[in-house]
């Protein structure tokens, strides 16, 4: 499984052993700060004016490292799902293969989840504002998406793998289930300001496991007892 991500974490890597450039630097603070107004204002809200006022640069400066908003747009799409994957993928890779793994998943994904309550997920809100819109910006996010639920898909399959889900179990029905939950999470936390939403979507998340485990074993038919089928068998007669 973890194999999904094999570009991103060589690019993390290969960042953090070999320094930036200056020119890498910027650009990578810019990213930075783009990031941090998207969750604010969403990605349709971000431009070079008011990114080069935020850094203190000029619009020519900013344009200079990413050439149009759209490559901006996109560039701040990829950093975020570099982050999510550092936080809620790869934490993930440590618990045992099958329903452990599943569940650090999505305790992962909640706990995310609950730190942008008060930010915004860029996943959720690019969706709103790119759902009707094609074009590259949408496509870096819709990427983005099945990346991450191919890897919920997978982590059901290796549950299943394991014996701690059913045989039966549909992974797709089961990660759309857990999306759908995560959806609700965010919209209860964010918009409706639910003080107990994590507490429900926990004990919901469980519900979805619960269905999807392995029934347990029916037990073996009993004997019949010796004296039972002599008091049942039909008199002889003479």
Known sequence: MSD??????????????????????????????????????????LSIGALAEVMQMSKSGVFAHFGSREELQISVVREYHTRFEEEVFYPAMAAPRGLPRLRALFD????????????GCIYISGAVEFDDRPGPVRDALASSVNTWLSAMRRAVELAVAEGHLNPHTDADQMAFEIHALILALHYEARFLRSPDSLRRALKAFEGIVGRFSSPAPAPAPAAASPARVSRTRKPRVA
């Open 4 to 45: 999904l991500f094999p570009a991103r974490r060589s690019h993390s890597i290969s960042a953090v052993s070999k320094p930036m450039q200056k020119g890498q630097q910027t650009k990578a603070a810019i990213v930075e700060a783009a990031l941090g107004l998207a969750t604010q204002i969403g990605l349709e809200g």
């Open 108 to 119: 992962n994904w909640m706990k995310r989840t609950s730190v942008e309550i008060d930010s």
